[in-house]
């Protein structure tokens, strides 16, 4: 696939923050659900975001759609600065992107057809006449391997699988440049997700759209994306090609991640980690991992690592180990290891 080298979509340092209280009498707290994250996408390229849920991956794709405005940092798309929601210019941007939802009968009205969904898009932006849309409904649901009958069908008489190549029709209506997708095939049968993803990848070979692929199935995402990018607590931590970060990751929390995939020829036990996530209201000093690595060093407890390219290859780490700024394991507690 030929990939655009113009990026479509650039995001830089997005920190999206939300205020909390702890208990009924408790003070006020601010999670911040992502924290300065930057991300680069290029027309007919998928990036993959990964991670663990509650790391900030949907509030991410939130904000690259502008359906969340960032505190700070910004998005560009197709070198146009987001503008405020709601506005004509919003509007006219938003018509050039898509969301694909990760409960396709969630993401339905349960109360109308396919067929009068599917045409939504196209009425709210003005596409065509009401003579035209049927023709354009017909032909986006052959697109996605659904009959023309189906326009009449209602969400419930249809599979899951169905349901959501409906719910992918709808987001192509517009014939958009990005769609971001938000955990398409988790609430899917294992059965029906090859599938789905085939129907993906398909569409973009057609279609030239980029994708934001956000999923913790880290199969689905080597096989989808031509970049991934590992979230932890509300920032990218690595990011390059599958290949690289998926065979041989590089910061220690990727690596534990593409650990727990079974794989008949890898050496090595299971990482498993000790503990949880801290809690986002009250993060660690230093690296937000460092509780949790059994390579952290006394420097990771002390200052953030910065996301930046590594000497020895083409990807992005946010790791004083993996940088080889510090030796590993400078009398910090480590990790207990599972045989695989």
Same mark, same amino acid.
């Given at each position: ?20 209280? *702890? ?5 006020? %707290?601010?999670? @911040?659900?992502?924290?300065? $994250?930057?991300?680069? #996408?290029?027309?007919?390229?998928? #990036?993959?975001? +990964? ?42 941007? *938003? !018509? ?13 009205? *349960? ?6 969904? +599917? ?10 006449? @009401? %003579?035209?849309?049927? $023709?354009?409904?017909? =032909? ?5 391997? #659904? @009959?023309?009958?189906? %326009? ?14 409906? $719910? ?59 970049? +991934? ?27 534990? #991640? ?13 990482? $498993? ?9 009250? *993060? ?11 390579? =952290?060093? =006394? ?11 590594? %000497? ?14 510090? =030796? ?10 599972? !045989?695989?």
């Amino acid at each position: 696939m030929s990939v655009n080298d113009e990026p479509l979509l650039h995001a830089q340092d997005l920190v999206r923050r939300y205020a909390m209280r *702890r208990g009924m009498f408790g003070r006020p %707290a601010e999670v @911040r659900a992502v924290d300065g $994250v930057s991300l680069t #996408l290029r027309r007919g390229q998928t #990036l993959g975001l +990964v991670g663990e849920s509650g790391c900030g991956k949907s509030t991410t794709g939130r904000m690259v759609l502008g359906l969340e405005v960032p505190d700070s940092g910004g998005v560009a798309f197709a070198n146009e600065r987001m503008p405020a929601p709601g506005t004509p210019a919003w509007r006219r941007l *938003r !018509a050039r992107m898509a969301m694909v939802y990760q409960d396709p009968l969630g993401a339905l009205d *349960r109360r109308l057809d396919i067929g009068t969904q +599917v045409a939504e898009p196209l009425e709210i932006h003005g596409i065509g006449t @009401r %003579a035209d849309r049927p $023709v354009r409904v017909t =032909a986006l649901l052959r697109s996605v391997g #659904l @009959r023309p009958d189906h %326009a009449r069908s209602f969400p419930h008489e249809l599979s899951g699988g169905q349901r959501q190549r409906a $719910v992918l029709a709808r987001a192509l209506a517009t014939s958009p440049d990005l769609l971001v997708c938000d955990e398409p095939i988790s609430a899917l049968d294992v059965s029906i997700q090859a599938q789905v993803m085939n129907l993906l990848a398909e569409v973009q070979a057609r279609t030239g759209v980029a994708m934001l692929f956000i999923s913790h199935d880290l199969r689905a995402v080597r096989q989808m994306s031509h970049r +991934v990018a590992v979230m932890y607590l509300g920032r990218v931590v690595e990011e390059g090609e599958p290949d690289d970060v998926l065979h041989a990751p590089a910061h220690p929390y990727a690596q534990a #991640l593409v650990s727990a995939i079974p794989h008949p020829g890898r050496r090595g036990g299971r990482i $498993v980690l000790k503990g949880d996530p801290p809690n986002p209201a009250a *993060r660690p000093p230093g690296c937000a991992f460092h509780p949790r690595c059994a390579l =952290a060093a =006394a420097l990771c407890a002390r200052e953030v690592p910065v996301l930046k390219p590594r %000497a020895s290859d083409r990807r992005l780490v946010a790791c004083h180990v993996a940088q080889g700024e510090v =030796a590993p394991g400078a009398g910090l507690p480590q990790p207990a290891m599972e !045989a695989a």
